[in-house]
């Protein structure tokens, strides 16, 4: 077994923003705040049918909801598109040859002539997606790890098994 890793990458755009859209769902606030929403615009509703002399169908009030939810969602998603985009063009060493040096000790990433250093135990959890490795160091804050740049499924392998071996099992079990 290898003693160190190190990848080289440069993500796309299109990898940038097919990581975010699958991590930001999943933050607890986006979800508590979606459903706070969601509370707020039912409520508005059954406020609205019990006051108006003139009242509203069943229908069309569900219509407003998901009509409601659907328009906050999009403008969410917009939102995230249109910063993420402008990050990655303003900040394209953030994305652009990334180098990853693993070793029996943690991470040390370099990009853009910085470098900073994470212990295995800084790690939250490691996720793995159909297209990459997601090293979590808190619930939002992942190091993109595109399964493209492994040569074949065996170099695939035997990096899981070198994380496995020098962060424990507990960090891909998560």
């Known amino acids: 077994m290898k003693d160190t890793f190190t990848i080289n990458q440069s993500l796309s755009l299109r990898e940038v923003l097919g990581v975010i859209f699958y991590i930001f769902p999943r933050i607890k606030a986006f979800k508590r705040f979606i459903l706070f929403l969601t509370v707020i615009v039912i409520m508005s509703n059954i406020l609205g049918v019990m006051t108006a002399p003139d009242h509203k169908s069943l229908e069309k009030s569900i219509l407003e909801i998901v009509g409601a939810l659907a328009a906050v969602i999009l403008i969410f998603a917009l939102l995230i598109f249109v910063l993420c985009t402008t990050v990655y063009f303003l900040k394209p060493g953030y994305f652009k040859n990334v180098i990853y040096h693993f070793t029996t000790s943690g991470l040390v990433r370099t990009a853009n002539g910085n470098t900073f250093s994470f212990p295995w135990r800084n790690f939250a959890k ?26 074949d499924h065996a170099e695939m392998e035997a990096f899981k098994e070198f994380i496995r071996t020098n962060a424990g099992d507990w960090l891909l079990d998560k």
């Open 126 to 151: 490691l996720q793995e997606t159909q297209s990459f490795f997601l090293l979590y160091v808190s619930s939002f804050d992942a190091h993109i790890i595109a399964k493209r740049i492994f040569a």
